[in-house]
């Protein structure tokens, strides 16, 4: 019976790493990834597929979640809020999804509960994120009681987080040494064809290249 494992991935360098480690730590992948009216979904989508690809996952599940923009509060998921370009915000930025990650994590518990999977793997990164709550490892270890609390008593899940302290310098590196096909991730807020390079995000993943001293594979406008 093989071991299985649920990967959240978003099409990001964080998730495709994440998602490769738990591949190379023997696990048989069940790749899930979540539509729900960010600005570059189209794009996300795609990336998800190659990396799924890549992981040889067994089973994906593409799951759409329409309600996140009738919640809006995002400038990810509300057109009408602008995506920030000028570097770091104070607080919580306007690019947090409320609750997001809880909304995915409760989802990837009731698939890998059906599919009796023993982990689930998250890219959540703590150190370098944009600031965002549900990214905290305190958080997602709180997840993982309550998960287990409301599952059936054999589900028993552990949820991974194996960059939850790593710097992005760190992550390009090990993505680099794992062979994480990165020209096939993506990481900007808003643009599809090319990425913008002044978002919140692509800053992080540039900074992220250059300090690891390599060259990110991906266009920027």
């Known amino acids: 019976m093989n071991k299985k494992a649920v990967c959240i991935i978003s099409g990001?360098?964080?998730?495709a790493l994440s998602a490769k480690m738990a591949q190379n730590e023997g696990y048989e992948i069940i790749a899930l990834h979540f539509n729900y009216g960010q600005r570059t979904q189209a794009k996300?989508?795609?990336?998800?597929?190659?990396?799924?690809?890549d992981v040889d996952a067994k089973k994906s599940y593409e799951i759409d979640l329409g309600f996140f923009e009738q919640i809006g509060a995002s400038a990810l998921t509300d057109k009408s809020?602008?995506?920030?370009?000028?570097g770091v915000e104070e607080g919580v930025p306007v690019t947090y999804v409320p609750f997001r990650n809880g909304i995915f994590l409760s989802i990837a518990a009731a698939i890998a509960e059906k599919h009796s999977a023993r982990a689930l793997y998250i890219g959540v990164v703590e150190e370098d994120s944009s600031g965002y709550p549900d990214c905290r490892e305190s958080y997602i270890e709180q997840m993982q009681k309550a998960i287990n609390m409301g599952t059936k008593e054999e589900t028993n899940l552990e949820i991974k987080m194996p960059l939850v302290s790593l710097k992005k310098s760190d992550i390009?590196?090990?993505?680099l040494e794992l062979s994480v096909p990165l020209q096939d991730t993506w990481s900007c807020y808003q643009s599809e064809g090319k990425a913008c390079g002044v978002c919140d995000s692509c800053r992080l993943r540039l900074r992220g290249f250059k300090n690891a001293g390599e060259v990110d594979p991906i266009d920027y406008a």
């Open 12 to 15: 990001g360098m964080d998730s």
């Open 44 to 53: 996300e989508l795609e990336c998800f597929r190659k990396i799924a690809k």
């Open 172 to 175: 390009v590196q090990k993505s």
């Open 81 to 86: 809020i602008d995506v920030p370009t000028g």
